[in-house]
């Protein structure tokens, strides 16, 4: 179906939610009523795009008339140009969305090779995301983190809340590389650690029903580097999710009652990923028309410290600001990867 007539179907489409609107009753209205509400966008922009594409024509039959033809000229030229982008404006809002786009999330990130280094990097990674959140003043909560002996993390999650918030980061799911001279190191030889990240949508009660008899849940006593989080009380939980085998491990709280709270936040986050997942693995060509797999062993990043760069391998995007991208300045990465995203996705709508 060609874009005009798809947009002559979205218009119809609500013209009749308004009239259905006026007549419906009881649960209807609302259901009706939100539907209209995810148009309204849609239907604005297609009326600027109609507008935009009436003053075209009209300043391009103007060009036929020598009196007017200079003053057309400039018109013609504008709209001729604002066309498009409205066109493309509207095909990237008519791209089917992801459910869990406008999602808080959950972030994990664990040391992978490279052992104290690893730690260490994954320690200033996960720093870098806090940055970056509150840079968008979102919420950002630390839900567990173990502290390795030389301050790095043997591994770190964090809940990340807010609007869009898994839309912007869900392409951080895999492995990252660091290339750098560690601070243990005497010779001045550069190290090369991995860290893996996994960016999960924040799952509610009604998208998972975890069942109790599911469950087994184990209290241990909490630990930590030089003693921290070490009490006299088994408050740690360890929550495994029976059928799938998914264990989930919280001690950042000293209330058992709080770490398992959270423990089941990730486990439904985990259980949430891995049916999504499943899903992406039916639809084969939409997940090859999209930026990386989401495999978390796909080595999608590296931060090379010596020479001052972070290269993304998945768009062989490189920029030369690795200190500013460890602050939280990840914008350019994240919006190249969306672009990218949003171009695959329209080359595979067309086909």
Known sequence: MSLPEKLDRLLLRADELRAAVNVAEGSRVGALTKELSDLEPLVDKVQELRAAERARDEAEAMLADPELRELAEAEYAQQKAVVPALERELQLMLLPKDAADERSAILEIRPAAGGDEAALFAAELFRAYQRYAEGRRWRFEV?????????????????????????????????????????????????????????????????????????????????????????????????????????????????????????????????????????????????????????????????????????????????????????????ELFDALIAEDQAARLAAEAL
């Not at 609007?163 to 290339?179: D, M, N, P, T």
């Not at 580097?225 to 006299?232: D, I, R």
């Open 143 to 331: 839900l567990d983190y173990d502290e390795s002996e030389l301050g790095g993390t043997r591994g770190a999650t964090a809940e990340v809340a807010g609007k869009g918030v898994f839309a912007r980061l869900k392409f951080e799911s895999g492995v990252h590389r660091v290339q750098r001279v560690p601070a243990t190191e005497t010779q001045g030889r550069i190290h090369t650690s991995t860290v893996t990240v996994a960016v999960l949508p924040e799952a509610e009660e009604v998208d998972i029903q975890v069942n109790d008899a599911d469950l087994r849940i184990d209290t241990y006593r909490a630990s930590g580097a030089g003693g921290q989080h070490v009490n006299k009380t088994d408050s740690a939980v360890r929550i495994t999710h029976i059928p799938t085998g998914t264990v989930v491990a919280m001690q950042e709280e000293r209330s058992q009652h709080k770490n398992r709270a959270k423990a089941m936040k990730v486990l439904r986050a985990r259980l949430y990923d891995a049916q999504r997942s499943a899903l992406d693995s039916s639809r084969a060509g939409e997940r090859r028309a999209q930026v990386g797999t989401g495999d978390r062993s796909e080595r999608i990043r590296t931060y090379n410290f010596p020479q001052g760069r972070v290269t993304d391998h998945r768009i062989g995007l490189t920029l030369h600001k690795v200190e500013r991208v460890m602050l939280g300045e990840f914008d």
